[in-house]
């Protein structure tokens, strides 16, 4: 099983909609992202969360929330949906370096939710 | 601010033959430097990292990239590549310290190998 499980892995739906992505995680790592990627502009940060409690924007959270329910799961919601929100979005967990107190930066990603909305 | 540029959207090669993938950054600090990879329909994992040290870094599968603080770049390179390292390809760059811990990614090459 992988240690970074998204759902669902694939979903179409209509301008409006709202939709929940999952992810959960079984690498015990406190910290997640949620990236998005589209064709030629590489990956974004969406959100991020350093514990339960902790929750930040990144670079493009507009028209996105999330929710950390428990340290593995981290979910990611559009509450409505356009189609230019179609796009492969990422969930990754990650943990800093305890012995040398940095982030390293090594993110263990899913394998996507690819959404289209129409 | 950081940015990281990849100029070659896609990069065709034949099979068995050497291959660079080029990474530029912009940082006025020292930065951690990584490159990831990503085959069809699945998500990105750690090619190899630059934290500090030999500026010249082994990863998985053959690869190697070399830290040029003066030209800012660290290209990823393989001597002889095969149909299976057929994926795109992520630079990525990174501040050591500072409360964002944001990892910020190139637009990606696509690395193409032809039989």
């Known amino acids: 099983d992988a240690d970074v499980t998204q759902t669902p892995r694939n979903r179409i739906t209509k301008t409006g909609k709202r939709i929940m992505l999952e992810c959960s995680q079984t690498?015990?790592?406190?910290?997640m992202y949620w990236y998005r990627q589209d064709p030629g502009l590489g990956l974004r940060l969406i959100y991020y969360?350093?514990?339960?409690?902790?929750?930040n924007k990144g670079e493009i959270s507009d028209g996105y929330s999330v929710s950390r329910q428990a340290q593995a799961k981290f979910s990611l919601s559009l509450e409505s949906a356009i189609p230019n929100q179609t796009a492969l979005y990422f969930c990754?967990?990650?943990?800093?370096?305890?012995?040398?107190?940095?982030?390293?930066?090594?993110?263990?990603f899913g394998e996507g939710s690819r959404l289209t909305v129409l | 601010a950081q940015s990281v540029t990849q100029l070659d959207s896609q990069v065709p090669v034949f099979e068995e033959a050497p291959v660079e993938l080029r990474c530029n950054y912009s940082?006025?600090?020292?930065?951690?430097l990584f490159w990831y990879v990503q085959y069809p329909n699945q998500g990105l994992q750690l090619l190899l990292k630059?934290?500090?040290?030999?500026?010249l870094v082994k990863g998985i599968n053959g690869f190697e990239a070399e830290f040029n603080k003066s030209q800012t770049s660290f290209h990823l390179r393989k001597p002889s590549v095969h149909i299976s390292d057929t994926a795109e390809y992520f630079c990525?760059?990174?501040?050591?310290?500072?409360?964002?811990?944001?990892?910020?990614f190139g637009t990606g090459t696509l690395l193409a190998v032809q039989p």
């Open positions: 990525a760059v990174r501040f050591p310290w500072g409360a964002t811990n944001k990892l910020i």
């Open positions: 969360s350093f514990d339960v409690k902790d929750i």
């Open positions: 690498k015990g790592h406190d910290r």
């Open positions: 990754a967990t990650s943990q800093p370096d305890r012995v040398i107190a940095a982030n390293t930066g090594e993110l263990f």
């Open positions: 940082s006025s600090v020292s930065v951690y």
């Open positions: 630059y934290l500090s040290g030999s500026t």
